[in-house]
């Protein structure tokens, strides 16, 4: 059974950097998607990043560009998002997940994800 437990957030003002683990366990990490996820009060869940877990292939929303990095630990079977210039627009809960590889670009449609973390708040204070 697949488990995803992110850990990592927080309070941060405007302009500083927090970074979310999400630990995946009861599996290994083969050629997976793993995303993260954001949902806004009052607002639709929204992939900030995906990544293939084969290649260094990784896509973001383009309000995260440049500021947010998905990474990966193999060994660890951990998946990092590094947030840096946060905005008080990045307030949200963030969500880790995982879909199985389709064979081309990873989704972001929030359907084609099965396993989900249990979320980690991010608040972000100007």
């Known amino acids: 059974q697949v488990q995803l437990v992110e850990s990592g957030g927080g309070s941060v003002q405007a302009g500083g950097s927090l970074i979310l683990s999400c630990a995946a366990s009861g599996y290994i990490f083969s050629r997976d998607c793993m995303a993260w996820f954001r949902q806004a009060p009052g607002k639709e869940r929204e992939a900030v990043a995906t990544?293939?877990?084969?290649?260094?292939?990784?896509y973001y929303i383009d309000s995260v560009k440049g500021r947010f990095t998905i990474s990966q630990d193999n060994a660890k079977n951990t998946v990092y998002l590094q947030m840096n210039s946060l905005k008080p627009e990045d307030t949200a809960m963030y969500y880790c997940?995982?879909?199985?590889?389709?064979?081309?670009?990873?989704?972001?449609?929030?359907?084609?994800?099965?396993?989900w973390g249990q979320g980690t708040q991010v608040t972000v204070s100007s």
């Open positions: 990544k293939d877990t084969g290649d260094a292939s990784a």
């Open positions: 997940a995982r879909g199985s590889w389709p064979g081309g670009s990873c989704p972001q449609d929030r359907w084609r994800y099965s396993a």
